[in-house]
């Protein structure tokens, strides 16, 4: 039964960097990101981010369009309503289990990890996420 303090929260959600990339570059399911940012700004959702995921982001921005380009991003995206996880204890323990447990990129269980540890839905469109379905809610773009 939903009580009248959990109707008041905002739902929670995990970016990955795939769910980023798509928003940064209009790509399928930028739409629904695009949404998601809208809804935080005025606080009807809160938005999570591993820091290894944001370095993700910046680090493909940069070799793929260069130094200046990964700048500009961070700057966008630290104009964002999204608040970046630093990678603690916790989060970096609970990522290395779930990559013990299934062949996903180390990078991607950082998002996983940060789900579970904020009780939050993950935002993509990677594939490789399909090995946490049923484990963690995941929001497909």
Same mark, same amino acid.
């Given at each position: &039964?939903?009580? *009248?303090? $959990?109707?008041?929260? @905002?739902?929670?959600?995990?970016?990955? $960097?795939?769910?980023?990339?798509?928003?940064? *570059?209009?790509?399928?399911?930028?739409?629904?990101?695009?949404?998601?940012?809208?809804?935080?700004?005025?606080?009807?959702?809160?938005?999570? &981010?591993?820091?290894?995921?944001?370095?993700?982001? /910046?680090?493909?921005?940069?070799? *793929?369009?260069?130094?200046?380009?990964? #700048?500009?991003?961070?700057?966008?995206?630290?104009? /964002?309503?999204?608040?970046?996880?630093?990678?603690?204890?916790?989060?970096?323990?609970?990522?290395?289990?779930?990559?013990? #447990?299934?062949?996903?990129?180390?990078?991607?269980?950082?998002?996983?990890? /940060?789900?579970?540890?904020?009780?939050?839905? +993950?935002?993509?469109?990677? @594939? *490789?996420?399909?090995?946490?379905?049923? &484990?963690? @809610? +995941?929001?497909?773009?």
């Amino acid at each position: &039964m939903q009580t *009248e303090a $959990s109707r008041l929260e @905002p739902e929670r959600f995990v970016l990955d $960097s795939y769910a980023v990339i798509a928003f940064l *570059e209009g790509a399928g399911g930028w739409e629904w990101v695009n949404d998601l940012l809208r809804r935080a700004f005025i606080g009807r959702s809160a938005l999570y &981010m591993s820091v290894v995921n944001l370095g993700e982001v /910046l680090y493909i921005t940069e070799r *793929e369009r260069g130094l200046p380009k990964a #700048q500009e991003v961070l700057a966008r995206l630290d104009e /964002l309503p999204v608040r970046v996880i630093e990678a603690g204890r916790a989060h970096a323990l609970s990522a290395a289990h779930l990559k013990a #447990q299934r062949p996903i990129a180390y990078a991607d269980c950082f998002a996983a990890a /940060l789900a579970i540890l904020e009780d939050a839905t +993950i935002v993509t469109g990677d @594939p *490789e996420f399909r090995h946490f379905e049923g &484990m963690i @809610p +995941i929001k497909w773009i």
